[in-house]
């Protein structure tokens, strides 16, 4: 097999058997970019040299037996984390060229590993989206077929994991946006509990909903790289300052006796019999392995995609008005007043869906309204919450689709807002909630594309959520099918 | 519930958003759609129900208010679009 077509655990025991140099190793990764990159666009910058230098400084680790878990290995970042390095866009024309005067902490941890920063993924503007359409550049495909979406908002990172531009990589989640790329493009994806990973450095779109996480080719990969970049950070309040666990510990120790909750609600009208059918049988595959499938109810879900709607776009529109051309990004000057250059600014800047959803927040938090939306809304959060919680004090963990239907066709959904919104039914009370969650492949639809299952844990629990993931993975092996390209 | 196209101007300038005629009409029809599901919320009787700003763990965040570096001036600059006199140069504000 060529190298990077390795996982990270596994390419981590070649290098550290001396099987391979991380130059080696990263130079198989940039011929493969060079062949397939030109027809997945998985990326909005990949500089060789770069990737080259930090190959070399690595071998250096290797040799000098101060190698980490992730020296030498080759990371992909989403291009909403900033790095000194490669330009830093949001996959949006107001920060077109903007390379960051600071790493953020994920940068920063990276490089501190001695991994290979790859390059910066492709996004949907500032995460706003479900397919990475949404992007100024062009649209991400899906490796397992180029005519369809790779999901969002981080396709970028989950397409370049499938097509092995990049042994795994990094994303942001606000309400699915790692785990429904994944879903799409046959990857797994993790959000982990909200606090666990520093935000620092993350441009933010909804401050109380984002989250960073892994994009990996398996389950153990997702555990190491979590391992990588968790952890208290001074430079974000948010980050909690429980010590994060080794994800490893326990990791392969099984399902039997764990209790697996179900929801009804994720099962339901408008999600494609094929993803039912998957999620069924892997209902059947965990009770295999020994667990107790318990079936709950969370009957505020109907609810969340509004809730969320209201949150994440209010959250947004005050994030958002940071970008008026006055620190950095691209001005727009038309010789007016101030207010004159902030409005062109932001009119030239911004893509329609960043509109949509500032107009959005912007009403929802206007006199007159705030009670009614606004208010309402984080009324609601609380009860989707709660219904968390209480199914949590009879399960460890929760069992659902993570995508009503598998990868769809580009253009497909760009016309209906609502209906894109839709695309995240099942990944958003996770992001309410804070609860960490994982995405992995259990099958293919009629169309040959992949169909993602997920668990949702306790708040804090990854072990839990990852110890499933593995159970499955271990019993199956949709992890290992691969799309032609 | 609908929002007229005067709304969206309001609402854009609030924003600060210019909006083209064409994007002034298509938001009116989008925000009226989304904000019509949105509506589904009223079904639910939220009364004494205490609002979640958001899921972090509550705890003490507070930290001593002692100096420490910062970004410096020069690399803060460095990224602007318009920089005079060492600070950032922004268009005339008032006559």
């Not at chain 1, 080759?74 to 330009?87: C, E, H, R």
């Not at chain 1, 920060?95 to 501190?112: Q, R």
């Not at chain 1, 959520?465 to 290992?480: R, S, Y």
């Amino acid at each position: 097999m060529e190298p990077y077509t390795w996982t990270l655990h596994e390419a981590r025991a070649k290098l550290d058997a001396g099987d391979i140099s991380a130059v080696e190793l990263t130079a198989s990764l940039l011929y493969r970019i060079e062949q397939v990159e030109p027809q997945v666009l998985a990326y909005n910058c990949v500089a060789p040299e770069l990737v080259e230098a930090q190959a070399e400084a690595a071998d250096h680790l290797i040799h000098d037996g101060k190698a980490g878990p992730l020296t030498g290995l080759g990371i992909a970042l989403k291009d909403n984390m900033i790095t000194q390095d490669l330009p830093t866009t949001c996959s949006a024309r107001l920060l077109e060229g903007f390379v960051s005067p600071t790493d953020g902490t994920i940068a920063a941890k990276l490089k501190e590993a001695g991994s290979v920063v790859m390059g910066k993924t492709n996004m949907d503007e500032f995460a706003m989206g479900s397919s990475t359409e949404n992007s100024a550049t062009e649209a991400t495909r899906n490796p397992w077929d180029l005519n369809r979406a790779p999901g969002g908002s981080s396709g970028g990172s989950a397409a370049a994991v499938a097509a092995d531009l990049c042994l795994a990589a990094l994303g942001s989640d606000t309400g699915g946006s790692i785990r429904q790329p994944a879903s799409l493009c046959g990857v797994v994806g993790m959000k982990p509990t909200y606090g666990r990973v520093s935000r620092y450095g993350l441009v933010a779109f909804a401050s109380s909903l984002d989250q960073i996480g892994p994009l990996t080719k398996d389950v153990e990969d997702a555990a190491l790289l979590l391992n990588a970049v968790s952890g208290n950070d001074p430079l974000d309040s948010t980050s909690s300052k429980r010590e994060a666990p080794d994800f490893m510990d326990g990791l392969k120790d099984g399902v039997a006796g764990m209790r697996i909750g179900v929801p009804k609600e994720y099962f339901i009208d408008g999600t494609d019999p094929a993803v039912l059918t998957a999620v069924q049988s892997a209902i059947q595959q965990m009770t295999k392995l020994g667990a107790e499938i318990v079936e709950i109810s969370l009957p505020h879900t109907p609810y969340a995609v509004s809730t969320y709607y209201l949150i994440a776009t209010a959250e947004a529109s005050s994030n958002l008005a940071r970008f008026d051309g006055v620190r950095y990004g691209n001005r727009v000057d038309n010789g007016g007043d101030l207010l004159a250059m902030y409005m062109a600014t932001r009119e030239a800047g911004f893509g329609p869906e960043v509109k949509r959803r500032i107009m959005l927040g912007t009403y929802a938090l206007s006199a007159g309204y705030y009670d009614a939306y606004y208010k309402k809304a984080q009324q609601v959060r609380s009860l989707i919450a709660q219904d968390l919680t209480e199914a949590f004090e009879q399960v460890d963990v929760l069992l659902t689709p993570t995508s009503p239907t598998g990868a769809f066709k580009l253009g497909e959904r760009t016309a209906d807002p609502l209906k894109m919104y839709l695309s995240d039914i099942y990944t958003i009370s996770a992001n309410l909630a804070g609860v960490p969650a994982i995405s992995q492949p259990c099958g293919l639809d009629g169309n040959g594309v992949p169909i993602g299952l997920q668990f949702i844990g306790r708040s804090f629990d990854e072990a839990s959520v990852l110890k499933a993931a593995w159970a499955f993975e271990n019993a199956t092996d949709f992890h290992t099918a691969r799309p032609a390209l | 519930m609908s929002i007229e196209t005067n709304e969206v101007r309001k609402i854009a300038q609030l924003a600060r958003l210019e909006l083209t005629d064409d994007e002034v009409t298509s938001l009116s029809a989008d925000m009226s759609n989304i904000l019509a599901y949105i509506a589904q919320l009223n079904e639910l009787d939220t009364t004494g129900v205490p609002p979640l700003e958001h899921a972090a763990e509550a705890g003490e965040t507070m930290r001593d208010d002692t100096p420490r570096p910062s970004l410096e001036r020069e690399r803060g600059l460095s990224v602007a679009p318009k920089v005079e006199n060492g600070c950032f140069a922004v268009p005339k504000i008032i006559e």
